[in-house]
């Protein structure tokens, strides 16, 4: 199994910029995908990102999203620029290992984006 915990939500000004983290439990290598959903009230969850062998975006964000990992610090990261209104939600990690079915996700982290 792998537990996943997300930091580094919160409060920022339109325009503005926060970097998002996903602590996994065990040695990143074993986890082939690692990624981001995020859901906004009354909206269903909606796909952010991934990074496997490479990355991947969601039409939303490209541009001013970078997903990246560092294995040697179990961690992934979910650098967020130029902010929208519209990005307003809360964001999840997710990771899927290798030779694992499932999928483990985190509990989430809370991005507002409001002047």
């Known amino acids: 199994q792998v537990r996943v915990v997300e930091s580094g939500g919160g409060l920022v000004q339109p325009g503005g910029s926060l970097r998002l983290s996903c602590a996994a439990s065990r040695v990143i290598e074993g986890i082939v995908i690692m990624g981001w959903y995020r859901q906004a009230p009354g909206n269903q969850r909606e796909y952010v990102a991934a990074?496997?062998?490479?990355?991947e975006y969601a039409d939303s964000v490209k541009g001013r999203f970078t997903i990246s990992r560092d294995n040697t610090k179990n961690t992934g990261y979910l650098q967020m620029n130029s902010l929208k209104p519209e990005d307003t939600a809360v964001y999840y990690c997710?990771?899927?290992?290798?030779?694992?079915?499932?999928?483990?996700w985190g509990q989430g982290t809370q991005v507002t984006v409001s002047s």
């Open positions: 997710f990771a899927r290992v290798i030779g694992d079915p499932n999928t483990y």
């Open positions: 990074i496997g062998s490479g990355t």
